[in-house]
Nanobody, 116 residues
């Protein structure tokens, strides 16, 4: 059974930092790309960052370039999102995402709230 469990969210002041983690299980983690998405009630789901299975290919949304860093540790079945210089607009539910063939899997998410 595929499981993605996020952690590390919380309340942080504008300009602060958080590090999100996503622990994966139930599939061969090192063979698949992983992504972080975020969503709010006001906005559509947005891909924040994506990392290829070996970590050599990385993409970021324009809104987070230069502030967020995605990484992975295949030995620990974990993908990370280091978020620096957080802005009010970064407030959202963040969740990790993977696609195994035609099936999409997402975790329950971890809430990030940025205060003024």
């Amino acid at each position: 059974q595929v499981q993605l469990v996020e952690s590390g969210g919380g309340l942080v002041q504008r300009g602060g930092s958080l590090r999100l983690s996503c622990l994966a299980s139930g599939f061969d983690f090192g063979l698949y790309a992983m992504s972080w998405y975020r969503q709010t009630a006001q906005k559509e789901r947005e891909m924040v960052a994506r990392i290829s299975h070996l970590g050599r290919g990385i993409e970021y949304a324009d809104s987070v370039k230069g502030r967020f860093t995605i990484s992975r540790d295949n030995a620990k079945n974990t993908v990370y999102l280091q978020m620096n210089k957080l802005e009010l607009e970064d407030t959202a539910l963040y969740y990790c995402h993977t696609e195994l063939g035609f099936r999409v899997y997402r975790g329950q998410g971890t809430q990030v709230t940025v205060s003024p």
